[in-house]
């Protein structure tokens, strides 16, 4: 919902709701090249905000993917 630049790169926020005991899937991909390419990166924080789940480069080539069993519903 929020967007903006923070430390060197562009940022976005997006809200989910997660069901206990489901299993989700999150991916960037980032669909593009040439110089200045894109190097997407993940952060999954809990409803209270602390960070559960990150990744970097685990989707093909540059992309990221969280693979992530939720603990609560929220």
Same mark, same amino acid.
């Given at each position: ?14 809200? @989910? =709701?997660?069901? !206990? ?7 960037? $991909?980032?669909?593009?090249?040439? /110089? ?13 905000? @602390? =960070?559960?789940? !990150? ?7 540059? $992309?990221?993917?969280?693979?992530? /069993? ?5």
């Amino acid at each position: 919902d929020g967007g903006g630049f923070g430390g060197g790169g562009y940022s976005k926020t997006y809200t @989910a =709701q997660f069901t !206990a005991g489901k299993t989700y899937t999150i991916e960037y $991909n980032f669909i593009g090249g040439g /110089r200045g390419a894109m190097d997407p990166f993940l952060r999954l924080l809990n409803p209270g905000g @602390a =960070q559960v789940a !990150a990744d970097d480069d685990g989707g093909f080539g540059l $992309n990221s993917r969280i693979t992530y /069993r939720a603990d609560v519903t929220g």
